[in-house]
């Protein structure tokens, strides 16, 4: 299902709205160039699964934690090599924990991700460069 967001607000709601329905265990994975507002959405999420941390991007840090409702475990594996680095920092524990994991720029580990995981493709509208289409595969319409 595609979604228009005009602007970083509307990009966080879309992100609350989906945090609101998503339960322990879920694994939403971001398709999407930098600067398209995979952390915005983030933000939204956190709103979502009830946690009040302020969210930041885990570019250095690769995993930030976030207590809440839901846990939230936002992920960002741009830096790692493969699938076996992220195995490396406990992927598998994280999954277990039953909590939410986010993961930004999760081609680089799509061998990792279980087959029930959400995507989240965010990209630049082609007429209006602050506006953002986006596309929520593997869960049902917001």
Not at 50 to 65: A, D, H, K, L, Q
Request: proline share 5%.
């Amino acid at each position: 299902m595609d979604y228009l967001s005009h602007n970083e607000a509307e990009t966080e709601r879309l992100g609350e709205k989906l945090g609101q329905m998503l339960s322990p265990g879920t694994v939403v994975a971001y398709e999407g160039s930098l600067g398209m507002g995979k952390t915005a959405f983030t933000r939204g999420l956190a709103r979502g699964l009830g946690c009040t941390g302020r969210v930041t991007s885990p570019t250095f840090t690769i995993v930030n934690e976030y207590p809440g409702r839901i846990p939230l475990f936002h992920f960002d594996v741009y830096r790692l090599a493969d699938c076996d680095a992220l195995y490396d920092i406990g992927w598998d524990d994280y999954l277990d924990r039953g909590g939410v994991c986010a993961v930004e720029w999760s081609e680089n580990i799509r061998e990792a991700l279980p087959e029930d995981t959400v995507f989240v493709r965010i990209q630049r509208h082609p007429e209006e460069d602050n506006w953002r289409i986006i596309t929520l595969k593997g869960v049902d319409p917001l």
